[in-house]
């Protein structure tokens, strides 16, 4: 074969090719709207029924049915949708009828499903429709490697109390990165006794490496009864385990958390003295006003500007406070407090948060 | 080695190069197919309401700098206060405008100015004053001596409060839901360094109180080419480099970025004359020096919307100076080229952006010159060279047709059937008189960089409406 007639070769397939993106595209497009004119009644079907249903106007087949009727994915959708419209004891009870439907049974069958996204709608459906004999399956889906899998799974948790899966997700907790550990941790405060109680274990080891992810998990519960674990971590040799206690300690008013604040309020790592400065605004205890105050000369501006918000949360005294740091000899105390003072209430709610 | 001799040989390696370069185009193409259909899968997936309600987003500074942006200041803004996301700020830089910038700032969202507090940690030309706003508490607004927008980036930077910046051009129009879409990759537990949303073109279509509500194709030849182009570009160039590991762009116009990588590495270069590029090969540089292990992603589905050029003259300054930027950018990090030591970046990605993006220009002229020369020789068969063009042509339609496909079947921003057959009918035209526009002023970069001018092309906009007062 000659280049010449090699190219005219290449020329005819790409006209080919051409011809047939452009029909692909036409015809993608008027599939796509015979499919959303097919479809769109279905939902809304599914919709008035589940509206009736939920109002107790209709028995529930209307809305097996209804969903019987969709696409999969479409129908695992209108209940995530749903779910949180619906009150807890009617969705039970959808979901433990849902149990017997070839379709739902399909679904739970992917939970072992070599292809990611059959397991996500595994995952997204018993997010929202697991029963009691689901557990094994959303701990295997907890542990699943895709991150959308894991992260779907575990919002069961926002309906189902299982000591395994709690367990399962806790445990997984450390490893996985900020965000995610934060959405997490958003759903196991809903399983709350378990938590602490384990919690309250892991938070004893003082060598684990993952001791400062459980601390800031358990920032984020600001459960009174981690109180004296928090206290304990507050002279951790981990700075990023102080960190974690200066900020929990905040939610603690109580005699021996402002003993440990005003420890850390020296600490040698300013993000440290940052937080130390957060909780004692929190806990506003007038004792540590002139500490506060002079955290405002601090070198770190993180940490002046942390005193000079916590200044405010100790009312008129603080305020005064801030009023004569702003004409004080400080110039970058100065700075800060002339900022916080000229601050709408919803700017230093949000400065402070 | 006679004249025919010559031109043959030269024939036969422009001929290989291009070879070379389409094959790699097409590998893109190919890569683009599971990653499109993948990101289109998470970004269907509405956990994002469930996200919306729980504290797991991570807070996120806006950094917005503004030259003579008076037109369009305070659409933009208003639409960036009011995006879908609970924890994020926005540091407005006003880069020393010659026009009512400021003005409009201070008029439309009552400022008033505060003490700056907080250090310099990378440094900038001087500020002249810091500014919050009474009505908008997540508004700061800086104004400085003009220095830039890569000065402005970094004066935004050391006033940012988050852990997370975003960098976006004052006239681009955020989609509600953006910022929440571009943190999936966060969610999912990645170890990311960067992430790029896409950006499409704005000209043409209905904004409302600094919102697109309706997409729609530019009936103009100029700008609507340039939407086949954004697509090209954005849904399978970039989706290929996900697959790949080596994305070098992320958009100054809407990139996230992690904000103690940028600070590592001293923000961004106020010489550089195109400061994405130069950002995000220094970060990747940076990070596999240090062996850190990141991701750069792009994730298609949030959206930025930008005005484009409608004249040539104004698109010629802007493709001269991103061609201009790529050259310097090339020539400043080519240490990085070939070396194992910065593995799919400096094995790939750094080799496809010198060699087949630079040089293509160059290469191409250098074809049709040789090809004139041979012809007028009698030293090359007609016909052989004609279907050669032909081909040529065809596979530019190929791949614009191939981005308008991807369109179709994830995101369909352009509801209109016309729509649909203008976006064809670009792609199609693209190759008559456009692209051998596009070639032509990036040759002059070359030139423009031989003369050591560094000069920023003016972008003249016409402004979208105003929101209602």
């Not at chain 1, 899966?165 to 399983?191: I, K």
């Not at chain 2, 697959?243 to 070098?248: A, D, V």
């Not at chain 2, 094995?347 to 012809?375: D, H, K, N, Q, R």
């Not at chain 2, 057959?421 to 032509?440: D, H, I």
Request: glycine share 6%; proline share 5%; charged share 20%.
């Amino acid at each position: 074969m000659t280049s010449s007639q090699f190219l005219f070769v290449v020329a005819i397939v790409q006209g080919v090719l051409l011809a047939a993106l452009i029909i692909l595209i036409i015809l993608n497009r008027w599939f796509r709207l015979r499919r959303s004119a097919r479809l769109n009644p279905r939902r809304v079907a599914v919709d008035d029924a589940m509206r009736r249903w939920a109002a107790g106007a209709t028995p529930l087949a209307g809305v097996l049915v209804g969903l019987s009727r969709l696409p999969v994915p479409l129908a695992i959708d209108a209940l995530v949708g749903w779910s949180a419209r619906v009150p807890g004891e009617r969705w039970r009870e959808l979901a433990s009828t849902l149990e017997h439907q070839w379709w739902a049974r399909l679904v739970r069958a992917n939970s072992s499903s070599a292809r990611w996204w059959k397991r996500l709608e595994c995952a997204r459906f018993l997010s929202v429709g697991a029963m009691p004999g689901d557990v094994a399956r959303l701990v295997r889906l907890v542990n699943d490697p895709h991150a959308a899998v894991h992260v779907a799974a575990v919002a069961s948790l926002e309906r189902m109390e299982s000591t395994p899966l709690t367990l399962a997700a806790l445990e997984r907790l450390p490893q996985l990165a900020p965000t995610v550990q934060a959405y997490y941790a958003s759903m196991l405060r809903r399983s709350r006794p378990v938590v602490i109680q384990h919690l309250l274990k892991r938070l004893r080891r003082m060598d684990d490496p993952a001791l400062p992810r459980f601390a800031e998990f358990a920032v984020r519960l600001a459960e009174p009864a981690l109180r004296e674990r928090m206290t304990a971590l507050a002279d951790h040799t981990d700075p990023e385990v102080r960190i974690q206690a200066a900020r929990a300690l905040g939610s603690f008013p109580h005699r021996e958390s402002v003993t440990a604040l005003t420890r850390l309020a020296a600490d040698t790592a300013w993000a440290v003295r940052a937080q130390a400065a957060r909780s004692l605004g929190m806990i506003a205890d007038a004792t540590t006003l002139p500490l506060v105050r002079g955290m405002v000369r601090d070198p770190a501006w993180w940490v002046r500007l942390r005193a000079g918000l916590a200044l405010m949360r100790f009312g008129a005294a603080g305020r005064n406070a801030l009023l004569e740091t702003e004409v004080g000899a400080d110039p970058d105390a100065r700075d800060v407090a002339k900022l916080i003072l000229g601050l709408p209430a919803q700017a230093l709610a949000e400065f402070a948060a | 080695m006679s004249l025919g001799g010559v031109i043959t040989n030269v024939d036969l390696a422009i001929l290989v190069y291009f070879l070379g370069l389409n094959s790699f185009y097409a590998l893109l193409l190919l890569l683009s197919i599971p990653e499109i259909w993948e990101q289109t899968r998470l970004a269907e997936d509405d956990d994002f309401q469930r996200l919306m309600q729980s504290d797991a987003l991570p807070p996120i500074t806006m950094l917005v700098p503004a030259y003579n942006e008076s037109a369009t200041i305070e659409a933009s803004v208003t639409a960036m206060l009011t995006l879908e996301y609970r924890s994020y700020e926005v540091v407005v830089v006003n880069d020393g405008s010659k026009d009512d910038t400021i003005d409009q700032l201070r008029h439309a969202f009552d400022l008033y100015e505060v003490p700056r507090i907080y250090p310099e940690t990378i440094t900038t030309q001087p500020l002249r004053a810091v500014y919050r706003s009474r009505t908008r508490s997540r508004l700061l607004v800086l104004d400085k001596e003009n220095g830039g927008k890569a000065d402005s980036l970094n004066a935004a930077i050391n006033a940012s409060r988050f852990p997370l910046v975003i960098a976006v051009d004052a006239d681009t129009l955020i989609e509600p839901d953006a910022l929440l879409r571009l943190t999936r990759p966060f969610l999912l537990g990645r170890k990311i360094a960067a992430v790029g949303g896409t950006v499409r073109v704005a000209n043409n279509c209905t904004v409302k109180d600094g919102r697109v509500t309706d997409a729609r194709v530019p009936q103009r030849l100029i700008p609507g080419v340039q939407v086949v182009e954004y697509l090209r570009a954005f849904l399978f160039g970039r989706l290929g480099w996900n697959r790949l590991g080596g994305n070098l762009v992320i958009s100054g116009a809407f990139g996230l970025f992690r904000k103690d990588y940028i600070a590592a590495i001293g923000g961004y270069r106020t010489t550089s004359i195109v400061e994405d590029l130069d950002l995000v090969v220094r970060l990747h540089r940076y990070l596999r020096a240090q062996k850190i292990r990141y991701e750069m992603p792009f994730i298609p589905d949030p959206v930025a919307w930008t005005e484009v050029p409608e004249s040539g003259k104004i698109l010629a300054r802007q493709r001269e100076r991103w061609h201009r930027g790529l050259i310097s950018a090339m020539w400043e990090y080519k240490g990085m080229l070939f070396n194992p030591r910065y593995g799919r970046v400096g094995m790939l990605s750094m080799p496809f952006f010198a060699f087949g993006e630079m040089l293509a220009p160059l290469v191409e002229v250098f074809g049709w010159v040789v090809t004139v020369i041979g012809l007028s020789a009698g030293k090359l068969n007609t016909s052989f060279a004609l279907l050669f063009v032909l081909v040529a042509w065809g596979y530019g339609m190929l791949l614009s047709i191939w981005a308008v496909v991807l369109e179709e079947v994830s995101f369909r921003r352009y509801r209109r059937f016309g729509d649909l057959l203008l976006l064809l009918l670009y792609a199609s035209l693209e190759n008559f008189g456009y692209r051998q526009r596009t070639v032509w002023w990036r040759l002059k970069a070359f030139v423009t960089v031989w003369k050591r001018r560094q000069v920023w092309g003016e972008m003249t906009r016409k402004g979208f409406a105003k929101p209602p007062s």
